[in-house]
């Protein structure tokens, strides 16, 4: 009870906006001991701006991200080490219209199990995919594909000395008389 009467006696101390000039005597560190090095500012610089650019993205494109996302977003970062390859990701989510970022997430680790870990390689395996699939610039298919590699296709059947060629038939049910079992 003493504690809060001897308290009381001082008046309650403004809250205000106001930026003042003052310097508090009771800080006796020179400036320059308190700031960390230029080169882990330099990385720090770096590491921001890196998710920075991941998240305008993902923000832009998809929705805000949570707290555990942001997380994720980190540790992404710091395993790929490299934002555009996380953004391509993104982007390829974003064409399989599978807007979330549990499906880039499989698609990075995917490339690191194939040894793509820069953005010009997961360009190019996204191109020749893209060929393979048939959804490529010179519109060559998987159908024309698999024409090119085998023999048989729909076209050489015609030709083919077996064309004429029916196997005969067996006994079907259709085919039993069941008059005759009853």
């Not at 610089?45 to 555990?68: C, E, G, M, Q, T």
């Not at 996204?126 to 490529?136: E, R, S, W």
């Amino acid at each position: 009870m003493t504690v809060h009467v001897a308290d009381s006696d001082r008046p309650i101390p403004d809250n205000t906006t106001d930026i003042t000039t003052e310097v508090n005597d009771n800080d006796n560190k020179a400036p320059e001991e308190t700031l960390p090095k230029p080169n882990i500012l330099e990385k720090a610089n770096d590491k921001n701006s890196a998710l920075k650019s991941v998240l305008n993205f993902y923000s832009s494109n998809i929705r805000l991200p949570s707290s555990y996302e942001l997380e994720i977003f980190n540790s992404l970062l710091e395993e790929f080490k490299e934002p555009e390859l996380i953004i391509l990701a993104l982007k390829q989510s974003i064409e399989s219209n599978a807007r979330n970022l549990r499906y880039a997430e499989k698609v990075l680790y995917n490339w690191l199990d194939k040894g793509i870990k820069t953005a010009e390689a997961a360009e190019k395996f996204i191109a020749d995919y893209k060929k393979y699939k048939g959804d490529g610039i010179d519109g060559y298919s998987r159908e024309k594909y698999w024409q090119d590699k085998c023999y048989y296709t729909k076209t050489s059947a015609k030709h083919s000395k077996w064309s004429g060629y029916k196997p005969p038939r067996g006994n079907h049910p259709a085919d039993i008389h069941i008059e005759g079992l009853i």
